[in-house]
């Protein structure tokens, strides 16, 4: 997760102040451009109750002349703002050909109900950006939405989630939330990812089984011999 957003924040983190047409901007611009500048508590207060706010930080987030900075923080305080009415606009941003709004809208719209976050989280599973589909992995995870628990486990080998034959980190994020949605009787499958040639995913796949079985091998060991312990466990308990 802390890669993700380290990645989205170097993409992002572009001087807010700079790449705003001088002189063409209204007063009512600018202090809006001055919001958004501001310290995400104080962002959310300046522009609460705001008229046309969604109307306004909408048409910042498509306009290219802006930094894309502003952009991304005129999408997200709006899904802070007020989950419902900035649900029509975050929508129609997810059919932008721009990875970044989608990625934006995405984590946004994590604070709309859960019928919707779970609809777009499953929709950007399939997105062509590798970064808007971890963001709907996280939301899946944020809402605890074990209602696509099929839908990760088949993403978990897509063919979209490898590069030329390597495992790309979503993987990673996908085990995660699979450990955490952990039932019995998914032991083969996480005995499957603990033989994944992916060692990321490892330590999920303990973890998914520890919480299954309710028994705790090697604790004290490093990650290959605990590895091990639980292939042997499984396999004195004939398990197959």
């Avoid at 983190?13 to 600018?30: D, F, L, M």
């Avoid at 909408?58 to 989950?83: C, D, Q, Y």
Wanted: a positive charge; zero cysteines; hydrophobic letters at 40%.
């Amino acid at each position: 997760m802390k890669r993700v957003y380290i990645i989205i924040f170097l993409f992002v983190s572009t001087n807010i102040h700079a790449a705003i047409p001088k002189n063409t901007i209204s007063q009512e611009q600018k202090n809006l451009y001055e919001a958004l500048r501001l310290p995400r508590k104080n962002r959310l207060m300046t522009l609460r109750g705001q008229h046309q706010v969604f109307d306004k930080l909408h048409e910042i987030a498509l306009n290219e002349k802006l930094n894309l900075k502003l952009r991304w923080r005129a999408i997200t305080t709006m899904g802070e703002l007020s989950p419902v009415e900035s649900k029509p606009y975050l929508e129609k941003l997810f059919s932008s050909k721009q990875w970044f709004l989608r990625n934006a809208a995405m984590i946004a719209i994590s604070h709309a109900d859960r019928p919707s976050a779970i609809k777009w989280a499953e929709k950007m599973l399939n997105d062509s950006s590798l970064m808007v589909r971890t963001s709907a992995v996280q939301t899946i995870k944020k809402i605890r939405g074990i209602e696509l628990q099929d839908r990760l486990w088949e993403k978990l080998n897509h063919n979209q989630n490898f590069h030329r034959g390597k495992s790309l980190w979503i993987r990673k994020h996908i085990a995660d939330v699979l450990a955490e949605f952990a039932i019995k009787g998914e032991e083969k499958k996480f005995l499957k990812i603990l033989l994944d040639r992916d060692v990321r995913l490892h330590p999920y796949a303990l973890k998914a089984l520890r919480r299954i079985t309710g028994e705790k091998l090697a604790m004290d060991k490093g990650l290959n011999e605990k590895r091990t312990a639980w292939l042997q466990y499984f396999k004195n308990k004939k398990f197959d």
